[in-house]
């Protein structure tokens, strides 16, 4: 494969555009261009969640995660270039067979679950957390132009998956999950 960015700098977005793979050129601040921004956020994150799973117990999950970075990246090509489809829905049956898989090895939820306990489950709360933002960011493209529905939905699972292992994550790091206290109601 050839070098794909030669020069890093090319003074066409100075005016406050950019330009998507087909050869549009686009606002930056289109919804398009913040969904491609959250999508790539959320890569990062789920990056700094896989250099936080050093634990040999948390090993497994490297396997999810890994080949979830690269749909991610995918998913940001297919928003980089409109009409053009990569996500499948065989894509969101993978991530629903993990989710089902690491969920049967979890107690079920008596109470909200806060972010903490470890950074490796804070990491995998603040990368659900960015998901969330991108799925709503890539609604607000779905609202004005055609998209992926698959994509759409893979985002959604995604984060219910981060969720799951970020509870998995606490019970193969046996650190316990941080619970939610609400404020005692004032007596009247």
């Not at 969640?49 to 940001?76: K, N």
């Amino acid at each position: 494969m050839g070098y794909r960015l030669s020069k890093l700098y090319t003074r066409t977005g100075d005016q406050g555009e950019t330009g998507l793979a087909n050869g549009d050129r686009i606002a930056k601040n289109h919804p398009r261009v913040a969904a491609m921004g959250d999508v790539d956020e959320l890569n990062c994150h789920v990056g700094l969640l896989i250099t936080e799973l050093t634990d040999y117990r948390l090993h497994p999950l490297l396997a999810i995660l890994t080949p979830i970075q690269h749909r991610l990246f995918d998913l940001g090509g297919e928003l980089a270039v409109p009409g053009y489809d990569i996500i499948a829905a065989a894509d969101v049956s993978a991530l629903e067979q993990h989710i089902d898989a690491l969920n049967t090895e979890l107690e079920p939820l008596k109470n909200f679950i806060l972010p903490g306990g470890s950074r490796a489950i804070a990491q995998a709360h603040l990368a659900r957390s960015v998901c969330r933002r991108a799925e709503r960011q890539y609604l607000s493209v779905a609202q004005q132009d055609s998209v992926n529905q698959q994509a759409l939905i893979y985002l959604n699972r995604l984060s219910d998956l981060l969720f799951v292992m970020a509870r998995t994550i606490a019970r193969l790091e046996e650190t316990p999950e941080v619970l939610w206290a609400p404020k005692p109601k004032p007596s009247a």
